[in-house]
């Protein structure tokens, strides 16, 4: 599975912003879809991730203010980002775990929020 995240950028604080991942290669085994983000100097954490029947958990930090969604038609999980805050500058990496067990990673997009 390969993954092409779009989106990003800078934004105030307030603001939004929508990041979307595509994934191409061997779709059938697709499960969950999601997104981690890594803020400079910190490890990567969870976001929020979605079931292929469209089950979502969120972390604590977004809740209220991020909505994940997916395609399954597409293959493409979103990101819709409200409310934004200085502390959600991180690069933002969309994830893909498997049927087999196996997780795929995107190449990290950047979103800087501006106070």
């Known amino acids: 599975v390969q993954l092409q995240a779009s989106g990003g950028g800078l934004a105030q604080a307030g603001g939004s912003m929508r990041l979307s991942c595509a994934a191409t290669g061997s779709t059938f085994s697709i499960d969950y879809m999601g997104w981690y983000r890594q803020a400079p100097g910190k490890q990567r954490e969870l976001v929020t991730t979605i079931t292929r029947g469209g089950s979502t958990n969120y972390a604590d930090s977004v809740k209220g203010r991020f909505t994940v969604s997916r395609s399954n038609a597409m293959n493409t999980v979103y990101l819709q980002m409200n409310s934004l805050k200085p502390e959600d500058t991180a690069v933002y990496y969309c994830?893909?775990?498997?049927?087999?067990?196996?997780?795929?990673w995107g190449q990290g997009t950047q979103v800087t929020v501006s106070s």
């Open positions: 994830y893909v775990n498997s049927l087999y067990g196996v997780d795929y």
